[in-house]
């Protein structure tokens, strides 16, 4: 297939980017480097500098779009709404219209678990109340509603994949190593890693009293790698008129203590840390149930375990 990849040139996008350009499709990146690192495009892709908003010069004969390209951090959410509503609602608006414009009928879109904002139960099923806690859950969600709304009127085929929380890195056929490089980082293991390897002095936890066995958040890790693969076989499973979505997880929970514990494990090293308050819109757990992924599109996890998904990242960073 001919496809375009917005935001191929990000951590997640550029893995699925990669992935694509293996599995033989024509791929095209559209990134206007804000947060992304032109060389991570993969030497396989025609890579296009520009907005999202820009989109309609590119999309003429593709088949499909795979759109990344979007403002991710919580915290700058809360602080500037108006930047991620322009930004994922208004520039994803564009983009479908202009998809529309140019007959692309096909989209897989890059939702997140933070429209479910406070879960009542866990694991969360797609059919659980979202109720975003910040402006980045409730621009995500914004779009997800549009998407059903465009499959319904206008025939779109799309599929939102929502992430719960991504780490690892991808080591391509090539050999090419693609990872997360983000200027901002808020991450917890690449904040972790960046303490082991002496760039820091010690790692925040943010809150030690919430409502879980060690009284830290408690999160579902997913591989970068096993999460790309679910973008292929969203695009293929793509139906026109149907908005398909599907949360991506390992549907096991680990607190930020046993992360620490896992990445102190993993890099030999001592890593301090240091207890702050807690960080503002943080769910107490958040744990993903993928069982209708793995029922109706047959993914697998092959990297399920948060050791391994610390050792990649940990065994790419640059020394
Ligand atoms: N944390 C720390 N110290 C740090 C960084 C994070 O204690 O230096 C804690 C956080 O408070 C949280 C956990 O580690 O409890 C995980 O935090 P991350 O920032 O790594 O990930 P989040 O769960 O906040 O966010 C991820 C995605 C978001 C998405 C969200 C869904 O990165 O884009 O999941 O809720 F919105």
């Not at 999202?52 to 709404?81: C, N, Q, R, W, Y």
């Not at 050791?307 to 065994?315: P, T």
Request: hydrophobic share 40%; net charge negative.
């Amino acid at each position: 297939m001919k496809l375009l990849v917005t935001g191929g040139a990000g951590y997640i996008g550029s893995v699925v980017a990669a992935q694509l350009v293996e599995a033989g499709h024509q791929v095209t990146v559209l990134d206007d480097l804000s947060t992304g690192h032109a060389d991570a495009v993969p030497s396989g892709a025609r890579f296009v500098e520009g907005s999202i908003t820009d989109a309609g010069g590119v999309l003429p004969g593709m088949d499909g779009v795979l759109h990344f390209a979007a403002k991710s951090l919580v915290g700058e959410s809360v602080e500037k709404p108006g930047l991620y509503w322009a930004n994922n609602l208004g520039g994803t608006l564009a983009l479908l219209d202009a998809m529309r414009t140019a007959e692309v009928g096909r989209i897989v879109f890059s939702s997140t678990a933070a429209t479910y904002g406070e879960p009542e139960r866990s694991p969360v099923l797609e059919t659980d109340p979202t109720r975003p806690t910040n402006p980045y859950g409730a621009s995500k969600l914004a779009v997800d509603t549009a998407l059903t709304t465009f499959a319904g009127l206008y025939g779109l085929a799309a599929v939102s994949l929502r992430y719960f929380n991504v780490g690892g890195a991808h080591t391509a056929e090539d050999g090419r190593v693609y990872r997360e490089r983000h200027t901002v980082e808020t991450h917890l293991i690449p904040n972790v890693l960046a303490v082991a390897l002496g760039g820091r002095d010690a790692v925040s936890v943010f809150g030690t009293d919430y409502p879980t066995p060690d009284g830290t958040c408690v999160r579902d890790y997913i591989h970068v790698a096993d999460l790309a693969r679910a973008h292929l076989l969203a695009m293929e499973a793509c139906s026109p008129g149907e908005h398909k979505i599907y949360n991506l997880g390992n549907g096991t929970g680990f607190s930020v203590q046993e992360v620490l514990s896992v990445c102190r494990e993993v890099t030999g090293h001592e890593i301090p840390a240091v207890v702050q308050e807690r960080r503002a819109g943080d769910p107490a757990v958040l744990v993903a149930s993928s069982e209708k992924i793995q029922r109706e599109l047959g993914w697998k996890p092959e990297h399920p375990s948060v050791r391994d998904i610390v050792a990649d990242a940990w065994d790419v960073l640059p020394r």
